[in-house]
């Protein structure tokens, strides 16, 4: 008998527990897949799944499904053709038919986003689900000619428990928002998330918007807000609006208050010293006030344009005001860390951070450097742009001295910092970093270090290669005796390793845990000297961003005849990849004789592509601002057609139908779109680029096709 008994399955685990399984599946085409076992693993599926994006062409509703029942979070953004309005704007009946199929498709959405190109969506869409709460609205083209205010009206007056709303991405002017938070009070009150930042914003938020959405949301718990802190500008953010801020709304945990020019991709120039002509008009009390205010703070950005001096009183505030902070960015601050002897002061006391981002601080060097990283150990992500007067030495220290926690580093815009110089002051985080930006600025270790006078071997027992001082002023003194001891033996180590690597200082540890890179280059250079300077062995590399900067009018020609995207190669697990090009200015027609135009640069930068074994590809074209274009040219469209593994290709900007045609070539593509996500979008939807009709002979033709999985 016991010979016949039935082995044990997987089915015969209870309901409960295998739908507790299917559920930890975060993965879409693993849930698919485990969906496709058997009858009752797809009930489960379909029961467990709570977010779903739709990316379907709108009109055809017969394929619109109708099995994901529990869908709470909804993603509707996304819907092809993109950029087209989801619900006509010229039949309001059938307007009203898609929303009722989208609510009986999806009937306890809780959750929306939405691309909102005309009012029809906010008014017939949020309406068909009265306890919305959570609701992000995008549009990238110009926003509707209406009166201020009205847009919001709409959604506000059908979304009566709206709790969380984000405008991030959404074209709009900062004189809509007031208007509909004071006809709408009750929704205002509600709001515990408010995300108004926004980079269309021409000059962001002033004075008096803020003290009427602060007013109109005491109960705001995230706010996020673009503002105008110039001091040149009618209304500019001071005094008066940090306090109203603390006073209106004492529950906040989430505040970011960033300059509306700190929100564009603009690279500074590493030579500036980092001070502006003109001071911030907000006070250092002004501040302690502030953070005395906020208690509950979690997470704070301020993102200034002009000098705020002499900032340490009011950071060391932070430690003892709120307690509960773990993310701080200061941008355009001065005096952050100004440490005497062995004395920390400024943020470097703020010892519960673990994210911290320092931009244009213009009197921080390495010795305010190393004393962050003694006092916040606990840091787990640190970014640092803009500062001149950081080394090698400095932030080799800092990485020495948060090896344990430090797993993401952004270096960026620091004049003594390219990309070897960068690679080779984190050496000490080298094992254990999975997260990483530099600028591939092409310096060299030795030629770095013989500018600033310094060895590979910082030893922290001294001080511009003198002994350590045993008094209180000393540089030794600001270490502990046990420190002294961790910091000395590992630095042996360090230097035991240069002596024995080969001539590009580099030893043969590999970055073993690094999974994203993200870079940045100018217009011409190249690629290929990534390896040479450090990240030779990445075993573990899976998406690399790669952002490519300048003005190509001033080039004749580039150097070589490909970037070097084949240097990327050697990473074997690398599957996914962002290649922006958007910020390269050039001739997109015919170009002035001995230039190229745009066609032959994206020739220069995608060459080589087709080697990669990538799965997803976002790429941005070049563009000519002169007339506001960013098109997939002839030879582009001709080198991705031999990505022939790739599954997801987002283009962000347009293309000739003909064009799209050569991707069909690529045997396993399942997902491709244009997506013309960039200020102002076009409006001009009869080119032969845009036509909505153009997009679905495109997608038909993609999905008519057989996919092997």
């Known amino acids: 008998m016991a010979a016949l008994a039935r082995p044990t399955i997987i089915n015969d685990l209870p309901d409960v527990i295998l739908s507790n399984i299917i559920t930890a599946v975060s993965d879409v085409r693993s849930r698919n897949a485990a969906a496709l076992v058997c009858r009752k693993w797809l009930v489960l599926e379909r029961a467990t799944r709570t977010s779903l994006t739709l990316r379907g062409n709108i009109r055809d509703l017969f394929m619109l499904p109708t099995c994901f029942r529990s869908v709470t979070h909804l993603d509707l953004s996304l819907v092809s053709p993109w950029g087209h309005p989801l619900l006509p704007p010229r039949a309001a009946s059938n307007s009203i038919l898609i929303a009722h199929l989208l609510r009986h498709a999806f009937p306890i959405v809780t959750s929306l986003i939405v691309y909102a190109r005309s009012p029809h969506t906010l008014q017939f869409l949020p309406v068909q689900w009265p306890h919305l709460k959570y609701i992000k609205l995008v549009r990238w083209h110009q926003r509707p000619q209406l009166a201020s205010g009205d847009e919001f009206n709409l959604l506000f007056q059908g979304c009566p428990q709206l709790g969380s709303l984000d405008l991030s991405t959404f074209y709009c002017w900062t004189d809509d928002i007031p208007p509909a938070l004071e006809l709408n009070p009750l929704v205002a009150g509600n709001l515990t998330v408010f995300n108004l930042m926004n980079a269309s914003f021409s000059e962001g938020f002033k004075t008096d918007e803020i003290r009427v959405i602060t007013k109109c949301c005491p109960n705001l718990k995230e706010l996020k807000l673009a503002c105008m802190f110039d001091p040149m500008y009618i209304g500019f953010v001071g005094d008066e609006a940090l306090v109203c801020i603390s006073t209106n709304c004492p529950k906040l945990t989430v505040l970011h208050l960033a300059d509306t020019s700190t929100l564009s991709n603009c690279r500074t120039d590493p030579d500036e010293e980092g001070f502006t002509t003109d001071d911030a008009k907000f006070s250092v009390s002004t501040l302690i006030e502030v953070f005395s205010g906020l208690s509950l703070l979690e997470e704070l950005v301020l993102d200034v344009c002009n000098n705020v001096r002499d900032s340490g009183p009011a950071l060391e505030i932070l430690n003892t005001k709120c307690p509960k902070l773990r993310s701080l960015k200061l941008g355009q601050f001065h005096g952050v860390s100004m440490p005497i002897g062995s004395k920390l002061d400024g943020v470097a006391l703020c010892q519960g951070l673990k994210s911290l981002s320092i931009r244009n601080v213009g009197d921080l060097d390495d010795m305010g450097l190393i004393a962050i990283g003694r006092g916040c150990s606990r840091l787990a992500k640190f970014e640092i742009q803009s500062c001149k007067k950081i080394t090698m030495r400095g932030m080799r220290t800092l990485a020495s001295l948060l090896w344990k926690s430090l797993v993401d580093v952004r270096i960026s815009c620091c004049k003594n910092l390219g990309a070897s110089s960068s690679l080779k002051a984190l050496e000490p985080i080298q094992e254990r970093i999975q997260r990483l930006h530099i600028d591939c600025v092409w310096d060299s270790v030795e030629e770095i270090e013989n500018i600033n006078g310094v060895e590979y071997g910082f030893d922290l027992n001294k001080t511009n290669g003198g002994e350590a001082s045993t008094h209180g002023n000393g540089f030794g003194d600001t270490f502990g005796s046990m420190d002294d001891d961790i910091m000395f033996n590992r630095n042996k180590r360090c230097k035991y390793e240069e002596d024995n690597s080969h001539g590009n200082g580099f030893g043969g540890r590999t970055w073993d845990r690094l999974q994203y890179l993200s870079l940045w280059i100018g217009v011409g250079d190249l690629l290929t000297p990534l390896a040479a300077a450090g990240l030779e062995h990445c075993p573990n590399l899976e998406e690399i961003k790669i952002r490519v900067e300048g003005d190509c009018r001033l080039w004749s020609k580039p150097s070589e005849r490909a970037f ?110 244009l997506r013309e996500d960039y200020y102002p979008a076009p409006e001009n939807d009869m080119s032969t680029e845009m036509r909505s009709d153009s997009l679905s002979r495109f997608e038909a033709a993609l999905n008519r096709r057989q996919i092997c999985d």
């Open 564 to 673: 070097g995207l084949s240097t990327l190669l050697r990473y074997h697990k690398l599957v996914k990849m962002h290649l922006d090009c958007g910020d390269i200015i050039g001739y997109a027609h015919t170009a002035p004789s001995g230039q190229m135009d745009l066609s032959l640069w994206e020739r220069f930068y995608l060459f080589g592509i087709g080697t990669l074994n990538l799965k997803e590809l976002d790429y941005w074209p070049p563009q000519d601002r002169d007339v506001n274009q960013r098109s997939l040219s002839l030879p582009a469209a001709g080198l991705l057609q031999e990505c022939i593994t790739l599954r997801k290709l987002f283009i962000h900007g347009t293309a000739h139908e003909h064009f799209m045609m050569f991707l069909l070539r690529i045997p396993d593509l399942r997902d491709v779109q």
